[in-house]
């Protein structure tokens, strides 16, 4: 879904140089911020990444951790034959 600006909009994006500018709904006063779909798209590969390495690190700590099993509840843990 696409929404146009108003002249209003585009005037404070057109003046807003270093920073984006911020909008509020006024019904549930959620702020957001304006960014190009370009920067958007950049930002979300980026952060795809970060959580697939963050995946694949938890994937590796899991299968390297030592595995035990239990004899009975009142004995020692001992590692697995696996």
Same mark, same amino acid.
């Given at each position: 879904?696409?929404?146009?600006?108003?002249?209003?909009?585009?005037?404070?994006?057109?003046?807003?140089?270093?920073?984006?500018?911020?909008?509020?709904?006024?019904?549930?006063?959620? *702020?957001?911020?304006?960014?190009?779909?370009?920067?958007?798209?950049?930002?979300?590969?980026?952060?795809?990444?970060?959580?697939?390495?963050?995946? *694949?690190?938890?994937?590796?700590?899991?299968?390297?951790?030592?595995?035990?099993?239990?004899?009975?509840?009142?004995? *020692?843990?001992?590692?697995?034959?696996?």
């Amino acid at each position: 879904m696409s929404i146009q600006l108003t002249p209003q909009q585009q005037q404070a994006l057109d003046t807003q140089k270093d920073s984006p500018p911020r909008v509020i709904d006024p019904r549930t006063n959620t *702020n957001y911020i304006l960014v190009r779909e370009v920067d958007y798209e950049s930002v979300r590969e980026l952060l795809e990444d970060e959580r697939r390495q963050q995946l *694949n690190r938890g994937r590796y700590a899991l299968s390297a951790r030592p595995r035990f099993a239990v004899r009975s509840k009142f004995s *020692n843990c001992v590692p697995c034959a696996m």
